[in-house]
């Protein structure tokens, strides 16, 4: 079975009240229920994990082929803007990776237009609320099967 491996970057815990007219109301709990609805649809196996830690997401990136993953579904959330660590683990990894983010940071403030993840992904998917991780799955699984 493939397997995927889905990444919440610092605060996407707090969503659902985390400044609701940008992030939307749904709760980090119903996008990851959403999530597994729609993997176990596509017979792929999720392993979803949420940190406030540079560190903890460095080491789950970079343990992901050694577990077997395939793929990383990833939100960076604010490490997107200033990781040199994040996105050295995710060019190092092998892996197909997804970079996604709920708003479109390029119609947000200026220190938010900075991605120094998405020249390591394999695509970025933004600006679509809770919607852009269920496209990223889609993509990341069309492109797994293509592989
Ligand atoms: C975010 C955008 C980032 O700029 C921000 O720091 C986040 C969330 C998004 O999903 O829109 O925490 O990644």
Do not use: W
Request: charged fraction near 20%; charge should be positive.
């Amino acid at each position: 079975m493939r397997r995927i491996l889905v990444i919440h970057g610092p605060n996407l815990d707090l969503l659902g009240t985390r400044e609701p007219a940008i992030y939307g109301h749904l709760t980090l709990a119903s996008i990851n229920q959403i999530l597994k609805v729609q993997a176990k649809k596509d017979k792929v196996a999720l392993v979803i994990r949420q940190s406030n830690h540079e560190g903890r997401i460095v080491d789950l990136i970079g343990r992901a082929r050694k577990n077997k993953f395939q793929g990383i579904l990833i939100n960076p959330a604010a490490y997107t803007h200033t990781s040199v660590a994040v996105r050295d683990a995710i060019a190092a990894c092998g892996l197909i990776v997804i970079e996604v983010h709920l708003s479109n940071i390029y119609s947000r403030e200026e220190f938010r237009h900075k991605s120094l993840i998405s020249p390591v992904a394999k695509g970025t998917i933004m600006g679509f609320g809770a919607k852009s991780y269920t496209l990223g799955l889609a993509a990341i699984l069309d492109l797994i099967e293509a592989k």
